[in-house]
């Protein structure tokens, strides 16, 4: 891997550990990986840096053991200005990092490795996919901070487990083990493996996805994109859809991918 990008914080930490996928490690041991302006930042700044030609075609997004995340940092914030700095902490840089993994154009994976709770559950479900370890439990807490959690945020849960599903995580703020998260489809995958036995599943879970025609992920992503965000389609997005699909019958890797299906041999993917 030629791409050499720096989060300008050794609190996340960037790695490539398998051809062409990229894997950011929030890392706060002191506080639980708890989200600050720091963490925030360097997301937000390091994502968009990641999107060069095919050399990054899906991202990693984990915890340093033994959690995934706390969630917002909020326990540090002075009671005389706890007000302004909270909301200044969720409007601005928490808001922008989870935007940077939601435009990220490739396939991203949230490895919950433990814990994930609050915005760093939120920041999971933004990723297209969710793998978790036996031990992660998940929860929104919300309810039991008197916190009323934003639209956003809200929309993000719903699309992914549904109004019911929702209403339940919200309104009981109850931790969820992994095999109930996974039972409700807010995780996509439960692992049986712990510690480096995860993580080796997670970075293998990521490299498979990485493998595939990058035209496929990069339009499906799209696709799936717009579909999600418009109930309704407008003629105009219906037609760049359709023109977006007839655009692959013509490209390099369509032909490829056929002829290394027929071969029995694995694809040479160019991006084109």
């Known amino acids: 891997m030629s791409l050499s990008v720096d ?63 706390a969630g917002y940092d909020i326990g540090g914030i002075p009671a005389e200005s706890f007000e302004q700095d909270a909301e200044a902490l969720v409007a601005h840089p928490f808001t922008a990092a989870l935007d940077a993994i939601e435009e990220f154009p490739w396939p991203t994976v949230a490895a919950l490795n433990g814990h994930c709770l609050g915005g760093a559950l939120e920041m999971a479900v933004t990723c297209d996919l969710r793998i978790a370890a036996p031990q992660a439990k998940l929860g929104m807490p919300p309810a039991k901070l008197g916190l009323i959690y934003g639209h956003t945020g809200l929309i993000r849960f719903i699309r992914t487990i549904g109004l019911p599903r929702t209403r339940e995580l919200f309104f009981t703020g109850d931790m969820l083990p992994a095999a109930r998260a ?80 027929g071969e029995k041999r694995r694809p040479n993917w160019t991006g084109r």
């Open 7 to 69: 989060t300008g914080t050794e609190k996340v930490r960037l790695d490539f550990p398998a051809e062409a996928v990229a894997r950011l490690t929030i890392s706060n041991p002191p506080k639980r990986n708890a989200l600050d302006h720091e963490i925030l930042d360097a997301i937000t700044a390091t994502v968009p840096r990641l999107d060069s030609g095919i050399e990054v075609r899906c991202l990693l997004v984990t915890g340093e053991d033994p959690v995934f995340s």
């Open 182 to 261: 996974d039972e409700i489809g807010l995780v996509n995958r439960l692992t049986t493996g712990s510690g480096e036995d995860f993580a080796n599943e997670a970075v293998e879970l990521a490299a498979g996805i990485a493998a595939n025609a990058p035209l496929s992920m990069r339009g499906n992503k799209q696709a799936i994109c717009t579909i999600t965000e418009n109930p309704v389609l407008s003629e105009e997005q219906v037609k760049e859809l359709v023109e977006l699909r007839e655009s692959c019958f013509t490209s390099a890797d369509f032909l490829e991918g056929i002829t290394a299906f």
